[in-house]
C-alpha cells in the first residue's frame, strides 16, 4: 500500500519546455489535488478532480494543465515552463463527502 | 471576501517552553484542520474540528475552534525538538484552502 506517489522527485527545466508531473494513489478516492508551496506562501492550489474524467480550477491555475483520465491517476502538465513556476508541487487525495486531505511527497521543480 | 490570517508567521522556543499558533477569520468557518510539515517533509493532516467551542486533544497538542467558529488555535505544552516543521490551518469552502502556516524551531 504506497499511499500517494509522486513522479519525479525532481526536476530542473529549461524556460519554454514541456513537461508532466504524475501522481497516483492506491486508496480508491475520489478527490485530487494539484498545489503549488513557494516560501512565506503556504499552499496554492492550482487544479483538482472530484472524480475521474473532471477537473476544476483553483486559485492559481494558469499556466497548467491536468487530467485526469483514470480515478488513480490525476496529471499536471505545463505546456511552456516559465521561471515563476519554480516551486515545490504536491498533490493531495481525499474521500468523497470528508475534507480531510493525504499528500504525496512533492516533486521539487526549477525551471532556468 | 473571505480573510483567514495565521499568526504568528515564524516562533522559535527553548525545548520545554509552550507555542500557541492561531488562524483567525473573517467570516465563519464550517470547519477546520490542522496540519503538520516537517522541514522537506509534506503536510500531514493533525485533526479536524466542526462544532463551535470544540477542544480536542492529542498527547500535548491541543486543538480548539473559537465560539463563533471564525478562529482556531494549536497549542503545544513543553515542546520537544521532534515537534519542529510548519503548522499549517485549513478550513473548507467548496473546496480546501490553507492558511500560511506557522513555522517552529524549537532550540533543545
Known amino acids: 500500500n504506497a499511499g500517494v506517489t509522486q513522479t519525479p522527485k525532481f526536476r530542473v527545466l529549461k524556460t519554454g519546455q514541456s513537461m508532466t508531473l504524475l501522481c497516483a494513489q492506491d486508496?480508491?478516492?475520489?478527490?485530487m489535488y494539484w498545489y503549488r508551496q513557494d516560501p512565506g506562501m503556504g499552499l496554492r492550489l492550482i487544479h483538482y478532480?472530484?472524480?475521474?474524467?473532471?477537473?476544476a480550477k483553483g486559485e492559481v491555475p494558469d499556466g497548467y494543465n491536468v487530467s485526469r483520465l483514470k480515478k488513480q491517476n490525476f496529471l499536471l502538465g505545463l505546456e511552456s515552463a516559465a521561471p515563476s513556476q519554480t516551486s515545490v508541487y504536491f498533490c493531495a487525495t481525499g474521500l468523497a463527502g470528508t475534507d480531510t486531505q493525504y499528500f504525496g511527497p512533492g516533486t521539487r521543480l526549477t525551471v532556468l | 471576501g473571505q480573510q483567514v490570517m495565521q499568526i504568528p508567521q515564524y516562533q522559535h522556543v527553548q525545548e520545554g517552553e509552550d507555542f500557541t499558533t492561531y488562524c483567525n477569520s473573517s467570516?465563519?468557518?464550517?470547519?477546520i484542520q490542522w496540519y503538520k510539515q516537517r522541514p522537506g517533509g509534506h503536510p500531514v493532516f493533525l485533526i479536524q474540528l466542526v462544532k463551535s467551542g470544540e477542544v480536542k486533544k492529542q498527547k500535548r497538542l491541543t486543538f480548539q475552534f473559537g465560539e463563533a467558529k471564525k478562529n482556531s488555535s494549536l497549542h503545544i505544552t513543553a515542546t520537544q525538538t521532534t515537534d519542529v516543521g510548519t503548522y499549517f490551518c485549513?478550513?473548507?469552502?467548496?473546496?480546501?484552502?490553507f492558511g500560511t502556516g506557522t513555522r517552529l524551531q524549537v532550540f533543545p
Open positions: 485549513g478550513w473548507n469552502t467548496d473546496k480546501l484552502i
Open positions: 478532480s472530484v472524480g475521474e474524467g473532471t477537473t
Open positions: 467570516t465563519t468557518l464550517s470547519n
Open positions: 486508496m480508491n478516492h475520489e478527490y
